[in-house]
């Protein structure tokens, strides 16, 4: 009797395994965006920012198979991209670049880590994917999470779904924020690039979208998708000196397309703004120029004849009124 006891509970438990990883896959299905940008956690690059003790040690934690941080293949050869880090520095303002060499003439920024002193002994950071990568306005954030107001759930998932804490984290205390402040620092700027890299780091074929959702999973606690730029002067600096590749953007074109459209018809009183989208997708698609400018004269041709044969018609009417 014990042993059928035992049985039954086996296949109980066994029968359970599939619905478990069921439940599992669609939970990751709802998180992904699509986007290229869910193969590079944002919550991971910050927290690696905070345990490196340079920005050369940061870039190396990025490129690390082992701390789970990337896993895009942007140009397409089957295997991992290496992702070099750029400072550019204003005074008290730093944006440091994480960018992926696409090929012997294109880089791709991968997302921007802006940050600000505020005081002897006070900064404030944001780390922002980009547009071609990441949902419009995807921003993560440190936050303190014993000042964190209780019953507020920390969102897990790389999507733009925000859920704003509205506490602002000091990183001072982060050794590579203080690095970037020290008197003596030399602005980094990664030495290498497209087929050039450093010895140590060897390339793995991109993993599986569920792999890294639960490999990214314990990043993600520590730090607040939120939809607000609190770094403005950073943000503002940076702008001019975002690079994009037009590989990327055309071979990811349709992904983002699809991806905004069905946001914005998610929520009924974005109507407008889906026409305003995909006239402004069209105009960026770098395949729709030259189709464009066809149609354009073509439009012209046509309305120019119909202008043509009403004055026909008009001057007929007069004549035989006359």
């Given at each position: 009797m014990k042993r059928y006891k035992l049985l039954v509970v086996l296949a109980l438990a066994l029968m359970s395994v599939p619905i478990m990883a069921q439940n599992s896959a669609l939970a990751n299905a709802a998180d992904s965006t699509g986007m290229p940008g869910d193969n590079f956690s944002l919550q991971g690059a910050l927290e690696m920012f905070k345990k490196a003790t340079s920005l050369e040690d940061f870039e190396k934690?990025?490129?690390?198979?082992?701390?789970?941080?990337?896993?895009?293949?942007?140009?397409?050869?089957?295997?991992?991209?290496?992702?070099?880090?750029?400072?550019?520095?204003?005074?008290?303002?730093?944006?440091?670049?994480?960018?992926v060499p696409v090929n012997e003439t294109e880089s791709q920024d991968i997302a921007v880590i802006e940050i600000e002193k505020k005081g002897n002994e006070s900064?404030?950071?944001?780390?922002?994917?980009?547009?071609?990568?990441?949902?419009?306005?995807?921003?993560?954030?440190?936050?303190?999470?014993?000042?964190?107001?209780?019953?507020?759930?920390?969102?897990?998932?790389?999507?733009?779904?925000?859920?704003?804490?509205?506490?602002?984290?000091?990183v001072w205390y982060w050794p590579c924020v203080r690095f970037v402040y020290a008197p003596a620092y030399v602005v980094w700027v990664s030495p290498w690039r497209w087929n050039h890299y450093p010895g140590w780091w060897r390339p793995w074929h991109p993993r599986p979208w569920s792999w890294h959702y639960h490999h990214w999973a314990p990043y993600h606690v520590h730090y607040n998708v939120v939809h607000t730029h609190r770094v403005v002067a950073a943000h503002a600096f940076y702008g001019p000196r975002r690079t994009t590749s037009v590989v990327v953007r055309t071979r990811n074109v349709n992904i983002h397309e699809t991806h905004v459209t069905k946001r914005l018809n998610n929520n009924p009183r974005n109507n407008k703004s889906v026409a305003h989208e995909n006239r402004k997708m069209e105009k960026q698609n770098p395949?729709?120029?030259?189709?464009?400018?066809?149609?354009?004269?073509?439009n012209k041709h046509e309305m120019n004849k119909e202008n043509r044969g009403g004055h026909q018609k008009r001057g007929k009417v007069n004549k035989g009124r006359r």
């Open positions: 934690q990025l490129n690390s198979e082992d701390n789970a941080v990337n896993n895009l293949d942007l140009d397409g050869d089957g295997k991992t991209d290496y992702v070099r880090v750029i400072d550019n520095r204003d005074k008290d303002i730093h944006a440091i670049v994480l960018q900064a404030e950071l944001q780390i922002t994917g980009d547009e071609d990568l990441y949902p419009e306005n995807t921003i993560v954030e440190p936050i303190d999470e014993a000042a964190a107001p209780s019953g507020k759930s920390v969102k897990k998932g790389p999507d733009n779904e925000f859920n704003t804490v509205g506490i602002v984290f000091n395949r729709n120029e030259g189709a464009n400018n066809v149609q354009t004269r073509e």
